[in-house]
C-alpha cells in the first residue's frame, strides 16, 4: 500500500507539492500581517489607504450605511393580496 503523503513519496514523485504549501502558508500569513496592520493603521488615521493625486476631494474608507428595507421608507408601496 502507498501512502501519497509519507514524506519520502512526496519527496520524489510531487517535488512541487512541498514548495507550494510552503509559499501558500507564506503568502497566507503575509496578507494577515498586512490586514491587522492596515486595519490599526485606519483606527489611527481614517484617510490611511486612499489613493492621492487621483481625485480632488478626499474619499473616505469607511463602509457607507446602508438603508435596509424598513428603514427604506414604504409610503408608496401597498401589501399585495393574497388569493
Known amino acids: 500500500m502507498i501512502n501519497a503523503f509519507h514524506p ?5 514523485y510531487m517535488p512541487e507539492f512541498l514548495t507550494d ?5 507564506r503568502q497566507t500569513k503575509a496578507g494577515q500581517t498586512l490586514s491587522a496592520y492596515v486595519e490599526t493603521t485606519r483606527k489611527q488615521k481614517p484617510m490611511h489607504g486612499t489613493l492621492s493625486g487621483i481625485s ?3 474619499v473616505s474608507t469607511k463602509p457607507l450605511e446602508f438603508m435596509y428595507f424598513s428603514r427604506a ?6 401589501a399585495k393580496k393574497k388569493g
Open 56 to 58: 480632488k476631494k478626499q
Open 21 to 25: 504549501l510552503r509559499t501558500e502558508s
Open 73 to 78: 421608507g414604504t409610503k408608496n408601496t401597498t
Open 8 to 12: 519520502d513519496y512526496v519527496k520524489t
